[in-house]
Nanobody
Framework: QVQLVESGGGLAQPGGSLRLPCAAL????????MSWARQAPGKGLEWVSG????????YYADSVQGRFTISRDNAKNTVYLQMNSLKPEDTALYYC?????????????WGQGTQVTVSS
């Protein structure tokens, strides 16, 4: 079955960096676009970034544009979120998610999340 396992979260200082990998199992990884989303304490779920199956197209929320980079390694069935210039408002539980495919960006499977805390 589909499994998504995020890692790499932790505590970072403002201005610092973290890299979140998400390992995928149970589906043909390269044929599906993938996304990252986050949920800050007391707030709703926020879509952060998405990447097409072959990695040619990448999309970002305005709140992270220019600071975060999404990438994927289809040989390793892994999608990454490189987060630079972190801000306290980036503190959240970060999830990777699989899209439903066939051109849809609807998200049908989610990982368990990895916590990112940005604080001095």
């Amino acid at each position: 079955q589909v499994q998504l396992v995020e890692s790499g979260g932790g505590l970072a200082q403002p201005g610092g960096s973290l890299r979140l990998p998400c390992a995928a199992l149970g589906f043909t990884f390269s044929t599906y676009a993938m996304s990252w989303a986050r949920q800050a304490p007391g707030k709703g779920l926020e879509w952060v970034s998405g990447i097409s199956g072959e990695g040619h197209n990448r999309y970002y929320a305005d709140s992270v544009q220019g600071r975060f980079t999404i990438s994927r390694d289809n040989a390793k069935n892994t999608v990454y979120l490189q987060m630079n210039s972190l801000k306290p408002e980036d503190t959240a539980l970060y999830y990777c998610a699989k899209t439903a495919g066939r051109g849809s960006w609807d998200l049908d499977y989610w990982g368990q999340g990895t916590q990112v805390t940005v604080s001095s």
